[in-house]
């Protein structure tokens, strides 16, 4: 592998291949990519997911630790690159891949800048999906990270930022300035790490996550109109709010975890 400085101007002089339509800003900051990847606290135990592999600048640091790696990237000009840089690196394996179609089950831990017009989608995704996952370190907009970690009755509080809660625990590491990138995107990141619950379960996960997506499929409807348009009765609706202790005049976004995991709970009886 060549030098840090030498990898990271030649990362640079690849903004201007960067394709806007797949939201390409490539990292050109050693230091910051080094931080991100050293959050994830590697070892030779780990198998180990980078998600949009792009340029290398994550990769580069990855590819310096003892974890078996697999990097995707939609881009099969940027995947050739990188197996050309890594191709000496035996336990660094860059391949074509797409992370809505990919199967992100065998990994412990996952890595990625993610691409800011699907962060919803690839998170729902890992955290249905990721059953091995003990930690993610994941970079996205600034405005994608607050309405993830959207607060109760605030406009942006819904599913996902429940089922985040659900699974384990968001922590915000540090800010990333626009600067940082070639080309510059419009806004600053931010990096931060999940850490899933050793006793996440999956299973139960997707069917509380429908229900919730249920229930929030009218967010200006109480939540009584809400389940009975989900169980197609407002009486069963009536009986399963009564049961559960939730109030049929709340809306979606007044209601917490705990309140709906105790509507999945008898939802499911």
Known sequence: ????????????????????????????????????????????????????????????FIAASPAEADLIDIDEGLVTKLQGDFQNVAHVHPQIGNIMRYDVSPYQKIIGNLPYYIT?????????????????VLMVQKE?????????????????????????????LFTVPRSSFAPAPHVDSVVFCFAFRPDANFPYAKKL???????????????????????????????????????PTLRPEELSLTQYQTLASVLNQ
């Open 1 to 60: 592998m060549v030098d840090e400085k030498t990898y990271f101007e030649t990362i640079a002089e690849y903004k201007l291949l960067a394709k806007h339509e797949v939201g390409q800003n490539f990292l050109v900051d050693p230091s910051v990519a080094s931080k991100i990847v050293a959050a994830a606290a590697l070892n030779e135990k780990d198998h180990v997911l980078e998600i949009g592999s792009g340029a290398g600048s994550l990769s580069y």
């Open 120 to 136: 919803s989608g690839i998170l729902e995704r890992l955290l249905l999906e990721a059953t091995s996952c003990s930690l993610m």
């Open 144 to 172: 994608a990270f607050e309405r993830l970690t959207a607060k109760i009755g605030s406009k942006d509080y819904g599913p996902l930022p429940l089922l985040l809660q659900a699974q384990g625990t968001t922590k915000r």
């Open 209 to 247: 996550y429908a229900i919730m997506n249920a229930c929030f499929l009218h967010r200006r409807k109480t939540i009584q109109n809400n389940v009975a348009s989900y169980l197609q009765s407002t009486e069963k609706a009536k009986d399963v709010l009564t049961k559960a202790g939730i109030a």
